[in-house]
């Protein structure tokens, strides 16, 4: 028995037939070309078939969760997206849709790599790697990163609960001052409230002071400090600063600390913490995921 013909090849063979119809008979040409007369007749009225329309309507929904991700969405979001409206469309078609239509995801950094180091001389290692925490307040990192503009670097400080990767406190400064860190672990703090939670750091000297230190302590807060000259060990805010900067940033000098502070605010309490999906978190953003435990923990 024959194979069955592919659309494609059924197509070409529709416009092959249309083409020559003024020089052949038109049931001729079906017969010898092995497609059927009516087959031919339903297709001139509706030469594009339905997945072809199917592709254009998919495509732009697509192009929406794109747009609304600020172009960072790969393919595997956006199918989350799809999938979260209800869409049944395998995540192959939009990988395929993607790359024909050239939408492509904003790519990564380059991650450092760094020898052993020496542990903290000043505050231990209590953390040791565990990023992955089972409720939240158990485990926050920090760190501080800094953002050009035209009036000088933008210094900023963020708290992040392990959990859920959620930002729950962030600040910014001029210039990188003790200052800069005690207002992001004070806002987190507010907005928290924890007990016993280990909050871990790099070798900084912000995160050496006694301020820091002093705060700590009195917010029940256990310190925890990176070995010296080692990213790995505080991998995940390195990993928030990388996103920031490759999903909004984009290597862009900012007219004044006051822009570059907004759209910081923006990507954090707008984005990052509410909407963006986050691999870590099976493709929900921090906010759902604890919502979701939030709930699991009632069932409960």
Request: hydrophobic share 35%; proline share 4%.
């Amino acid at each position: 028995m024959r194979a069955k013909a592919s659309t494609g090849k059924i197509r070409q063979t529709y416009e092959f037939i249309k083409a020559n119809r003024k020089h052949f008979d038109i049931r001729t040409m079906c017969r010898v070309l092995g497609v059927a007369p009516s087959g031919y007749y339903a297709w001139l009225e509706e030469p594009v078939c339905q997945r072809a329309l199917e592709d254009v309507r998919l495509l732009r929904l697509i192009r929406a969760s794109f747009a609304a991700s600020h172009g960072i969405y790969g393919a595997p979001r956006v199918f989350l997206d799809l999938r979260e409206v209800g869409e049944t469309c395998s995540k192959h078609r939009v990988m395929r849709l993607m790359r024909v239509n050239k939408i492509r995801a904003v790519r990564g950094y380059r991650i450092r790599h760094s020898s052993v180091s020496k542990p903290s001389e000043l505050i231990p290692n209590v953390l040791q790697r565990s990023f992955d925490v089972a409720r939240p307040n158990k485990a926050w990192v920090t760190d501080i990163t800094y953002i050009r503009t035209w009036e000088g670097w933008l210094y900023l400080a963020v708290i992040m609960d392990l959990f859920s990767r959620k930002i729950v406190g962030w600040s910014t400064r001029p210039t990188i001052s003790r200052e800069l860190v005690l207002d992001a672990v004070l806002m987190a703090v507010r907005h928290r409230r924890p007990h016993g939670t280990v909050i871990h750091s790099d070798q900084g000297s912000q995160y050496g002071s006694d301020d820091w230190r002093r705060f700590c302590k009195t917010n029940h807060l256990e310190p925890s400090m990176s070995r010296r000259g080692n990213c790995w060990d505080n991998a995940v805010a390195e990993s928030f600063f990388s996103s920031l900067k490759k999903e909004r940033i984009k290597k862009k000098i900012y007219r004044t600390r006051e822009l570059a502070r907004a759209e910081i605010s923006d990507y954090i309490d707008s984005f990052y913490n509410p909407t963006r999906r986050h691999s870590h978190l099976g493709g929900v953003s921090p906010e759902e995921f604890e919502t979701s435990g939030r709930r699991r923990r009632r069932v409960h």
